[in-house]
Each structure stands twice: as C-alpha cells, then as structure tokens.
C-alpha cells in the first residue's frame, strides 16, 4: 500500500536553533499534505495545508515565519521550526492526499510515523 | 505492539438512520483514543476523544463514542446521519504504556450518507 515517511523520527535540537522534518510520499503522487502537531493528552491540530508549487495555507493562530512549510515537489513536504523553543517541543505529524484517487469523500489520505521533536 | 484498524472500507447508510464506524486498537497499557474527520481537500477535524473517565464521549456534530476495554474497541456513532455527515473517518490511538508518544492512525473509513 501507499507509504509516507517522516523523517526524522525523532529528533533533539538546542532552543535557538532551527529543525526540519521531511514528509514523502513513497510512492504516490500528492498535490496536498497537511501537517499536523499534537501535545500530550491533546488531539491532533491542523497548522497547514501544504499544496505543491504554492505557499502552504495556515492556521489561524499558527506562525509562518515560525513554521516554514515547502512543498516543492509532488512527493516531498517539508516543515521547518525556526529557532526553536522548548514550548515547540510535540509530536509532528503529516498527512498526505493521493492524487490519483480524486478529492471526493473517496481520495485516499496516508499518514506519516510522526516526529517528535525535543527542543531543550 | 501498537495498533488500530478500522475493518470498514467503507460504509453506506440512508439520511436519517443511526450510523456507527468501527475501530479496534491493540496497545500496552491504557490508551488514548480520538476520532476524526475529513472532508475533501480539508485537514483533519477534531470529533471526540476518550482519554480517562466515561466510557461514552460526545463529541461535535452530534458524534459519539463508546470506550469498550474488553473488546478493545471505540466505535464511532451518530444516532441519525446526515446527508452532511460523508467523509472519510480516522481512528487514532495512543499508547501510554510504551513511554513514548507516537500515534497511530487507522486507515480510514469513507462514509457515505444517502438523501
């Protein structure tokens, strides 16, 4: 079946430091990816919508120039936390859209392993 | 090992009918259990969660859920379907017991509801 990766899996940077996290899908095509964050105890929360070839669509509430999001290929997505902070710290997870199976109710959604990353 | 599964590809119900989507997990110690929804193009919506406490959570848009230890299930129902109601449906899971954080979704359950 269809596969997306995250990568890295986990990942520990210092605060002040900036980190990126690779979504991909392994083999299919994806015009959309969504990325996700979520705190412990917590749900999922959307912070975008990452369309390739265009700027991501975010959230209400969530920073841009602080979550830099790149979709520039129809496999790859990325996230980038700038200068991070231990209050960044949470699961990372994404979310990607096959092409191929159209944008009705019956498009088909893959999600990645998550990342967790830790900003001390 | 972690796991949860939704044995329903689909699920087809007539507008005004109780609809339930089924989801199964397997953890090592207590989990914590969400549901979501998506619509076409859009980001996963939050509908409920269970994470201690009742076993039956109410979520949004009339939703519910019902905790269930022994068969290892948290079964997403709604008394009466709406037409609005077509999407597809993500179990999530959470296993406490490993120290870790990772979740796991299920791999999804298209609902279609007809008028």
């Known amino acids: 079946g269809a596969v997306v990766s995250q990568h890295p899996s986990w990942v520990i940077c210092k605060s002040g430091t900036s980190v990126k996290i690779e979504c991909r899908s392994l083999?299919?095509?994806?015009?959309?990816m969504f990325w996700y964050r979520q705190f412990p105890k917590q749900s999922l929360m959307l912070m975008a919508t990452?369309?390739?070839?265009?700027?991501?669509?975010?959230e209400q509430g969530v920073e841009k120039d602080k979550f830099l999001i790149n979709h520039a290929s129809l496999t790859l997505s990325t996230l980038t936390v700038t200068s991070a902070h231990p209050e960044d710290s949470s699961f990372y997870i994404c979310?990607?859209?096959?092409?191929?199976?159209?944008?009705?109710?019956?498009?088909?959604?893959?999600f990645g392993e998550g990342s967790w990353l830790t900003v001390v | 090992a972690q796991s949860v599964a939704q044995p329903e590809d689909q699920v087809n119900v007539a507008e005004g009918n109780p609809l339930t989507v089924k989801c199964t997990y397997s953890?090592?110690?207590?989990?914590?259990l969400f549901w979501y929804v998506q619509y076409p193009n859009r980001g996963l919506q939050f509908l409920l969660k269970?994470?201690?406490?009742?076993?039956l959570v109410k979520g949004s848009y009339g939703f519910e859920a019902e905790f269930n230890k022994s068969q290892t299930s948290f079964h997403l129902k709604k008394p009466s379907a709406l037409v609005s109601d077509s999407a597809l449906y993500f179990c999530?899971?959470?296993?406490?017991?490993?120290?870790?954080?990772?979740?796991?979704f299920g791999a999804g359950t298209r609902l279609f509801v007809k008028a």
């Open positions: 953890v090592s110690g207590n989990p914590y």
């Open positions: 083999d299919f095509q994806a015009t959309t």
């Open positions: 269970y994470i201690t406490g009742d076993n």
């Open positions: 990452s369309n390739e070839g265009s700027k991501a669509t975010y």
């Open positions: 999530a899971v959470r296993d406490t017991g490993t120290g870790g954080f990772k979740t796991i």
């Open positions: 979310s990607a859209q096959n092409v191929r199976s159209g944008t009705g109710i019956g498009n088909t959604i893959y």
